[in-house]
């Protein structure tokens, strides 16, 4: 099986601009997570994606924003770049089971090579 | 403010020693458990995840999680070069199910 793939790997864009990262999760995989890692801050949640609706939100301003298409690929959008934006986005693709209370992301998390983006 | 704290290191440990990798948690409606293993330049890669108090073995690995505590740790034995890496803790709740992670332990296995 092919793993999660994101483009592009590598990205420069200057303040005041908007960037577009995607993401492919693995085959049969529907939930797509997004994070922000930086020597700072760590690896940080931005959002969860599973049948194209968003579950779940991490604490990021509203300039963060993302998507979910019927395939499960995912996009997340940045507007507005600012310096301290600069990071890797990483996305994760996990299972999603049925369950008795409804669908239930599993545990495991695969997570892609990254976006390193920079913001000049 | 749900958190994982970790040493951020560097842990240097010779090869062959015993390394020891702590991880303490704020939320005790955690449920599950996570560590991460990520080299330089890397994405993160699951090792272990543990859900139970006591201790859970995969080869080298060993999870330790003790929930009264709020602390789980990760031993990895016979450490080789190779496990040189950053180790990342984390920790998920079954409410809002996000990963919260730590900040990460730089260990260096010296040849």
């Known amino acids: 099986k092919a793993g999660v793939t994101q483009t592009p790997r590598y990205l420069i864009k200057t303040r005041g601009q908007q960037v577009t990262l995607s993401c492919s999760p693995i085959s049969g995989h529907r939930s797509v997570s997004w994070y922000q890692q930086t020597p700072g801050q760590g690896l940080q949640f931005l959002f969860e994606y599973f049948s194209e609706t968003q579950r779940n939100k991490g604490n990021f301003p509203g300039r963060f924003s993302g998507r979910q298409f019927s395939n499960s690929r995912s996009e997340m959008n940045v507007s507005t770049l600012e310096l301290g934006d600069s990071a890797l986005y990483l996305c994760?693709?996990?299972?999603?089971?049925?369950?008795?209370?409804?669908?239930?992301?599993?545990?495991?998390?695969?997570f892609g090579p990254g976006t390193r983006l920079t913001v000049l | 403010q749900k958190e994982v704290e970790q040493n951020s290191g560097p842990l240097s440990v010779p090869e062959g020693a015993i390394a020891s990798l702590n991880c303490t948690y704020s939320d005790r409606g955690s449920q599950s458990f996570f560590w991460y293993r990520q080299y330089s330049g890397k994405s993160p890669e699951l090792i272990m995840s543990i859900y139970s108090n006591g201790d859970k073995e995969d080869g080298r690995f060993t999870a330790q999680l003790n929930k009264a505590s709020q602390y789980v740790s990760l031993l990895i034995r016979d450490s080789q070069p190779s496990d040189s890496a950053t180790y990342l803790c984390?920790?998920?709740?079954?409410?809002?199910?996000?990963?919260?992670f730590g900040p990460g332990t730089r260990l260096s296995v010296l040849p």
């Open positions: 984390a920790v998920r709740d079954n409410y809002g199910q996000n990963f919260v």
């Open positions: 994760a693709s996990s299972f999603v089971a049925a369950a008795p209370g409804g669908p239930r992301r599993t545990d495991t998390q695969y």
